[in-house]
């Protein structure tokens, strides 16, 4: 068996409103796990943001890997369990995946750290991003799913909290992937979701 190198991930900064302007792009930040997706031939791994094999106990992510069409990749995720209206429920995740309905566990994947034996991670986010959707192009989106930008992110913004998502994360266009805390990448949590889950956040947010 080969030996997945663990990358430390990217993490970003908690703010009270996002950038603006042309020079970042916006994502919706799921509630969920920070996984890392490893694949080196048949060979796939599914680390935590700590480095800690899930591979087993999420063994449909990783066989779901082994579908992605290329030798050797490194995807940077974040993995959840959603309700049967596609809301992320972050408790369900400490359920066995065996015991959660078919199609309710999956990764939504953001960036791209390595491809075919290069290593990506010195390249803008926007050239990541096109590898990496051209990669997922050629995916059927069922337990790995490409992550979608947005230009806007007040609109983004308020649609999440509509929805009663976590929040959103805003990204440099032009950045490096830097290991550890960026002020690169951007984070703001929306207000309902903060109220929901008080405790919680209490506990996690320093994460």
Known sequence: MP??????PCQPVLRDRPPKGADWIHEVKFDGYRVQLHK????????????FDFTNRYST??????????????LDGELIASSVEGIPEFYALHLRSKRLPPGRLCVWVFDVLELNGADLRSEPLVKRRRHLEGLMRKVEPSA?????????????????EERGLEG??????????VSGKTHSWIKVKCKAWRAANRERYKLFEAN
């Not at 030996?3 to 430390?8: G, K, L, N, S, T």
């Open 3 to 8: 030996r997945f190198c663990f990358i430390e």
């Open 40 to 51: 080196q031939g048949e060979a796939t791994a599914v680390l935590s943001r700590n480095g």
């Open 168 to 177: 959103i994360v805003s990204k440099r266009r032009a950045a490096p992937y």
């Open 61 to 74: 992510i990783a066989r779901a890997l082994t579908n992605v069409p290329s030798k050797s990749v490194i």
């Open 144 to 160: 790995i799913r490409l992550s979608e930008t947005f230009d806007d992110p007040e609109r983004l913004l308020i649609a999440c």
